[in-house]
């Protein structure tokens, strides 16, 4: 089994040098120790392509070559998506992360299963009957999946729904 399963992890912890330390530092090599081949979005796109327009001076050109990569980018994650056999989803945030959000929903029309991994306590759902968006919540739990709220479940709940 996990040798040769891919995971596309859907994931905002790219955006913060926390959430980088956690996500390089514990969510990955805790499913890569399981034997999953991880497929890392925020490794899809050229880094040096994105450094480059950070360090554009604010203008046109600047916004231009975003609307460029942003295409690209998107892409880049589309085809992680379709290549990976599920997904593994970051739900972290007061709201889930919008880019998030729309691979689940991507991921759950291309048949892939999904794990929602929720570590932030606070409150981000509809109502008192779900953990967070109802819609995203749904696509979860109807791909097979589910919720965990604890990094040591990735074992037990992987193994599941990658049978």
């Known amino acids: 089994m996990g040798s040769s399963m891919k995971i596309y992890l859907a994931s905002p ?4 040098k926390a959430g980088i330390e956690f996500y390089y530092g514990t969510f990955i090599p805790a499913i890569q120790r399981l034997g999953y081949e991880v497929i890392d979005p925020w490794e ?23 609307r460029k990569i942003n295409m690209e980018i998107a892409e880049n ?7 990976s056999d ?15 959000a729309a691979e689940i929903g991507y991921g759950f029309a291309r048949g ?5 991994y929720r570590g932030d306590f606070r409150l981000s759902a509809d109502n008192e009957g779900a953990i967070v ?7 979860i739990r109807e791909s097979g999946g589910t919720i965990i709220t604890e990094v040591d479940k990735l074992q037990k709940e992987l193994k599941r729904i990658f049978r």
Do not use: C
């Open 77 to 83: 994650n589309r085809k992680g998506i379709d290549e």
């Open 44 to 66: 899809l796109t050229d880094k040096g392509k994105i450094k480059r327009i950070h360090e554009m001076p604010y203008g046109l050109k600047r916004r231009n070559a975003w």
């Open 112 to 116: 892939k299963p999904i794990l929602g």
């Open 86 to 100: 599920g997904l593994v989803a970051v739900l972290d945030g007061t709201d889930v992360d919008s880019g998030t």
């Open 13 to 16: 912890l790219g955006f913060s």
């Open 133 to 139: 968006n109802l819609q995203v919540e749904y696509f």
